[in-house]
């Protein structure tokens, strides 16, 4: 898959508050959590992104809390993708749950800037900056979790297994 | 090679012979459990994966807890969705508003949550219960519904960074002071996708209450847990709870550790984290002066019988600043009855301070103590992110139930020394 987006760069330690606040999650609505995306950070980022565009940020992305909410807020918001120098390990268990990709790199986050141009091989495992033509690379995920996308998600995996269980008991 | 008391757990609850730290497992699950925040979505997905039941009804726990009593009509609506569901598929542990608490408090206190376990809940402050013993992490809702169908998660094996704590505790420090100071010295993401395994004399002397306080923080340092060997203080905490037997797991001498980190206790004064991160903590005599508006005593990390006698034994004879709401939550109904058996809430009601029924509400922003813009709070909570309790540009300072107790007498951050 190859996906292509303009950068928006954020700081170390985004934690789930600031990427969709609690006060919000009386919902799992993903179009309503998706208009108050990172509003504590900049009220205006939903109005001035565009779909497909990428988050680049710093270490320990998507700190705090358990909740799914977030990485659907992205998502919904229109979000391609995240990279990010580490992310935390729940948000980075839901965003392949929910099928948001997410790349680490120490390079890129340090050697682009707002507004540039990104595209991301993810079979290859190369993040190339269309704006300075550089190419880094990223690590590809464990077999297990691209299994895991592969099926459609945990979701899909889940459904086949609780079909596969049920025949089983026939 | 040794093990890891982890290792040992996880051993117990897979047919993976002979994993190493980084491979990815297929465990088994001995209890799951969300909330009215995390649970709507886990049973969406639940019902859409075709399960015809919950792969065991009396192993997952679903407590309304974070907006509940229900703040509002749509968190009436998420709590209402546990309520049936719970029916529908007879999950036995469903506790309702009036016989509910803190998930993390409760579940433990009710004997749901066992050493050498491996417990799954839909929220990040799972490793709570690593206090007891059990492997507890925490995780999203997909993740929840897929263990409610099949019984089983798949997860990476984690590396152990083990914390040794030595030396004598002053007086006014504990759990929650150990733990601030342990994150300031290893930061937010210090033990990223790891173990934190607390161990030495200082632990081997603490109570219950306050091993959970420590554990229950260790995902502030980025931890998938945090776990403490079971001792004759976790045994004498499960007398009379345990619904079912248990396995005691110990790390071998010889087990493999990512780092060992030792700390000297004896130098530690009582800390305050600033915002907007968990790591900012300093000590009491390094704050300055930093008025509030506002001091919250509860939670999952501190809203335990023992919180409450230490913010009691500050407010006896004392009277809250005038200026100032001070918030008592009591975490579960048992420890609430408990308070009142024991003259504290006559104590804080009389001192001016506000009880509250057991909820997560101001810890996350929710209800029950929200801040305007540009106020300030002390609060015993676990987190001081931009916008947690509130408005974007309010202010959140952590620290223990002693010093959120002083400090609401006082009117600014203080010492409990300053107020006795």
Same mark, same amino acid.
């Given at each position: 898959m190859i996906i292509k987006g303009k950068v928006w760069k954020f700081r170390d330690n985004i934690d789930t508050d600031v990427i969709i606040p609690a006060r919000y999650l009386n919902t799992s609505d993903p179009t309503e959590l998706a208009l108050h995306c990172m509003?504590?950070? @900049?009220?205006?980022?939903?109005?001035?992104?565009?779909?497909? &565009?990428? +988050? =680049?940020?710093?270490k320990n992305f998507g700190c705090g809390s358990s909740r799914e909410h977030a990485p659907i807020a992205l998502k919904a918001a229109g979000l391609s993708c995240?990279?990010?120098?580490?992310?935390?390990?729940?948000?980075?268990?839901?965003?392949?749950?929910?099928?948001?990709?997410?790349?680490?790199?120490?390079?890129?986050?340090?050697?682009?800037?707002?507004?540039?141009?990104?595209?991301?091989?993810? =079979?290859?495992?190369? +993040?190339?900056?269309?704006?300075?033509?550089? =190419?880094?690379?990223? &690590?590809? $995920?464990?077999?297990? +979790?691209?299994?895991? +996308? %592969?099926?459609?998600? $945990?979701?899909?995996?889940?459904k086949e297994e609780v079909k596969r269980r049920n025949n089983r008991n026939v | 090679m040794g093990k890891t008391m982890v290792e040992k757990i996880l051993s117990a609850h897979t047919d993976t012979d002979n994993f190493k730290i980084g491979d990815i497992i297929n465990v088994r699950v001995d209890f799951a459990f969300a909330n009215d925040i995390t649970a709507p979505l886990a049973i969406k997905y639940f019902k859409e994966s075709g399960a015809k039941e919950v792969f065991d009804r009396k192993k997952i726990g679903l407590i309304p807890d974070h907006f509940a009593p229900n703040k509002d009509i749509?968190?009436?609506?998420?709590?209402?969705?546990?309520?049936?569901?719970?029916?529908?598929?007879?999950?036995?542990?469903?506790? /309702?508003?009036g016989k509910m608490g803190i998930e993390h408090v409760l579940l433990p206190e009710k004997g749901l949550i066992l050493p050498g376990d491996v417990v799954v809940g839909a929220d990040s402050h799972t490793d709570t219960s690593g206090a007891l013993g059990a492997f507890a992490i925490g995780v999203g809702s997909t993740?929840?519904?897929?263990?409610?169908?099949?019984? /089983?998660?798949?997860?990476? =094996?984690?590396?152990?960074?083990?914390?040794?704590? %030595?030396?004598?505790?002053?007086?006014?420090? %504990?759990?929650? @002071?150990?733990?601030l100071y342990t994150i300031s010295k290893i930061g937010v993401d210090g033990a990223n996708y790891q173990v934190m395994e607390f161990s030495g004399e200082v632990i081997k002397r603490l109570s219950m209450d306050n091993r959970f306080t420590m554990c229950n923080m260790a995902v502030e340092a980025g931890a998938k847990t945090a776990i403490i060997e079971p001792d004759q203080i976790t045994l004498e905490y499960l007398q009379g709870r345990a619904t079912r037997p248990y396995q005691l797991y110990k790390s071998d001498p010889e087990a493999f550790y990512e780092k060992v980190i030792e700390f000297e206790v004896s130098k530690i004064e009582p800390q305050v984290a600033f915002p907007h991160l968990p790591e900012n903590a300093k000590p009491i005599s390094e704050v300055g002066y930093i008025k509030i508006d506002?001091?919250?005593?509860? %939670?999952?990390?501190?809203?335990?019988? /023992? @919180? $409450?006698?230490?913010?009691?034994?500050?407010?006896?004879?004392?009277?809250?600043?005038?200026?100032?709401?001070?918030?008592?939550?009591?975490?579960?109904?048992?420890?609430?009855?408990?308070?009142?058996?024991?003259?504290?809430?006559?104590?804080?009601?009389?001192?001016?301070?506000a009880v509250s029924t057991p909820t997560?509400?101001?810890?996350?922003?929710?209800?029950?103590?929200?801040?305007?813009?540009?106020?300030?709070?002390?609060?015993?909570?676990?987190?001081?992110?931009?916008?947690?309790?509130?408005?974007?540009?309010?202010?959140?300072?952590?620290?223990?139930?002693?010093v959120a107790a002083a400090s609401a007498v006082a009117g600014r951050i203080v010492s409990p020394e300053e107020v006795k």
């Open positions: 509003e504590d950070y @900049d009220p205006q980022f939903t109005k001035k992104i565009s779909r497909g &565009d990428i +988050i =680049v940020a710093g995240i990279i990010a120098q580490s992310f935390a390990r729940i948000f980075f268990r839901n965003a392949i749950n929910i099928g948001l990709p997410i790349f680490e790199s120490e390079e890129i986050v340090d050697q682009c800037t707002e507004g540039e141009l990104l595209e991301i091989d993810t =079979v290859k495992g190369t +993040i190339k900056n269309l704006s300075t033509n550089k =190419v880094y690379r990223t &690590d590809l $995920l464990p077999e297990f +979790i691209q299994k895991l +996308i %592969s099926v459609g998600g $945990l979701r899909e995996y889940v | 749509k968190s009436a609506e998420q709590c209402k969705l546990l309520r049936e569901f719970a029916q529908e598929y007879k999950i036995e542990n469903y506790f /309702e508003v993740d929840l519904a897929a263990i409610m169908a099949l019984g /089983e998660v798949w997860l990476k =094996v984690p590396s152990t960074i083990k914390f040794i704590y %030595s030396g004598k505790l002053n007086k006014w420090v %504990s759990g929650k @002071d150990l733990i506002q001091s919250i005593i509860g %939670s999952c990390t501190n809203g335990r019988i /023992e @919180d $409450l006698r230490i913010a009691a034994e500050v407010l006896k004879g004392q009277q809250v600043y005038p200026e100032v709401r001070l918030i008592i939550i009591p975490a579960t109904q048992d420890i609430y009855l408990q308070a009142l058996r024991e003259g504290l809430i006559d104590l804080f009601v009389s001192a001016g301070a997560c509400g101001p810890c996350l922003g929710g209800y029950m103590g929200i801040l305007a813009k540009g106020e300030r709070a002390i609060s015993t909570t676990n987190r001081n992110f931009v916008g947690r309790m509130g408005h974007p540009e309010s202010e959140v300072y952590l620290s223990s139930p002693a």
